[in-house]
Structure formats: C-alpha cells, structure tokens
C-alpha cells in the first residue's frame, strides 16, 4: 500500500491500532459512542433503589398474574418472581456488556490500513471483534455489578450479593461470546470484505489519478 493511501486512510505505514480521537473524529462522537451504555447505566442505577426492591415487583408481578391466571399459590409465585429477577440481572448486564463493548470498539478503531493489503479472514474480523474490547467490556460490566451489589448494602429493603455478582458477570460474559460468534458468521465476514475492498479502491482512486496525471 503507498504513501498516499495509508494518508487517506490516517494510519501509520504499520497500520497499529490507534484511538477513535483524530483530526477526523471529535469528542462529539465519542460521547454518542458511550451514550447509549451511559443511559443503560441509569436504568440499573434506578434497578438498585428501593423502588425496584423484591417487595415492590412482587407486588407488581402478583397483581399482573392475578389478574391473567387468577389466585397462584405462594411458593409458586416465589419461584416465578425469582427466575424473573434473575433473568432480569442476567440479561441487563449482558446487554451492559454488549453496549460497552459497542463503545470501546469505535474509541478504539482498529484502522484500516492494516487491512487493506490482504482480504483473510482474520484481518477482515478485526474490526468486528478484538480480545482487548471484549476484555474491556467484561471488565466494566464487573465494576458495575459490584458497585451496584454494594450500594444495594447501604438501603433498607436491599441486600447485596456476591452471587448476584456473579450472574451479572456470566450475563456479560455470554454478551461477548454472542458477539464473537456473530463476527465470524460467513455472512458478516463476506459484507466486510467487500466494504473493504471498496473502500480501498474509493481511497486510493485520487492517488492514482495523481500519480498518472504526474509529468514525466
């Protein structure tokens, strides 16, 4: 790849992965990069008070149930309001781990230019998934758990859990690994190939035209 390519794309001739931050790219999109995960976090924020504690969504759940399926047996209802809070946890930080994963891709883009020499498949996935990211996304979600199970310890109808820690932990963990499966679907490799492909033929098209225009 020449010199002129590797300056439309802004990458250096090794092509290192480089921050989402240049001449390019503003912090206005970095913070909508990190919006979305940003009102998620509220949405948990406001999970973890009182209002959402067992007592009020079991009155809530058995109102609903109530109303559907008539009179539920007690220990039945506790089962049901369990697996539903669980699930809640475990899906909430799973799509937690998702939008942080989502936000540290576009801080830190892997840039083309390391791409654009060769068409594998394993340089092609690596600007859908990165270790790194997942990494960062998971360990984030952890953070949140924890600091979320703890503040749970400070209020009267709450009790933190290292168990609940640890779902919300396998929620993120799943996250990722749907994630990593996805990025190697053929379908997801062959739309990035050729997105590749045409930008590379899109940015290097003025330097050809100025390299055959060249005198002498």
């Not at 699930?87 to 930080?93: D, I, K, S, V």
């Not at 360990?139 to 503040?151: F, Q, S």
């Amino acid at each position: 790849m020449n010199k002129a390519v590797q300056g439309a794309l802004g990458a250096s001739p090794a092509g290192p992965e480089k921050s989402f931050l240049s001449e390019s790219n503003s912090w206005k999109q970095i913070l909508l990069l990190w919006l979305p995960a940003t009102l998620w976090l509220g949405v948990i924020a406001v999970e973890s008070t009182n209002a959402l504690s067992s007592q009020h969504t079991g009155a809530i759940l058995r109102m609903v149930l109530s109303f559907f399926f008539g009179q539920i047996e007690t220990h039945r209802f506790n089962l049901i309001h369990g697996l539903l809070r669980k699930a809640g946890h475990f899906f909430g930080y799973a799509i937690l781990s998702w939008l942080f994963f989502r936000a540290w891709r576009g801080t830190l883009a892997v840039s083309l230019a390391s791409q654009v020499t060769r068409t594998l498949p394993a340089s092609i996935l690596k600007n859908v998934w990165r270790a790194r990211w997942a990494a960062l996304a998971i360990v984030l979600t952890i953070i949140v758990a924890a600091l979320d199970e703890w503040h749970q310890t400070h209020l009267t109808s709450r009790t933190g859990k290292v168990a609940d820690v640890v779902l919300d932990t396998f929620g993120g963990i799943f996250a990722q690994t749907v994630i990593l499966v996805n990025a190697h679907s053929p379908g997801k490799l062959k739309a990035l190939t050729t997105v590749v492909q045409s930008s590379v033929k899109r940015w290097s098209a003025p330097a050809r035209r100025a390299k055959e225009d060249a005198p002498g």
